[in-house]
């Protein structure tokens, strides 16, 4: 069964993005979305060719070595204000999770809420490590049918 499209002039285009900048898709191949409750166009998304799916990996090895480097209270306050982006817009992400991929309104604010919760466990893990009380490879080294 062949998805419908409502109205084809007002459908949505996403663009990719790389390093905050949306890049212009070489020779755009397209899929559309179709939420399963509707089976609707409700927008395209251009397929990744293989030059631009080695961008983003291009660019995390380049930063992750000045991101290394970053004190970890610095990374704190970055992710703390991720955290304050997503519960601004929380409603548009929980919308878009509904649109694009047919929840219920509740289950998507569920979805969001649910990485809101994570954010707090990123931020403290470098400390968690730090009070370890026994080296991670010696624990990890033994089998699971072990005694």
């Not at 290394?68 to 204000?81: A, G």
């Amino acid at each position: 069964m062949r998805p419908s499209v409502r109205n084809f002039k007002s459908l949505r285009l996403q663009k990719s993005a790389v390093r905050n900048n949306y890049q212009a898709v070489i020779e755009p191949s397209w899929r559309l979305i179709t939420p399963p409750a509707t089976q609707l166009v409700v927008c395209q998304v251009p397929l990744t060719t293989n030059e631009e799916f080695r961008a983003p990996i291009f660019t995390t090895k380049w930063a992750f070595p000045s991101w290394r480097n970053t004190l970890v209270t610095t990374r704190q306050r970055i992710m703390f204000k991720f955290q304050e982006l997503i519960q601004r817009d929380m409603y548009k992400l929980a919308m878009n999770i509904t649109t694009e991929h047919g929840k219920t309104l509740e289950d998507a604010h569920n979805d969001v809420l649910h990485g809101l919760a994570m954010i707090p466990l990123w931020v403290s893990l470098p400390y968690l490590f730090l009070l370890w009380p026994f080296n991670l490879e010696l624990h990890y080294s033994v089998g699971l049918g072990s005694t």
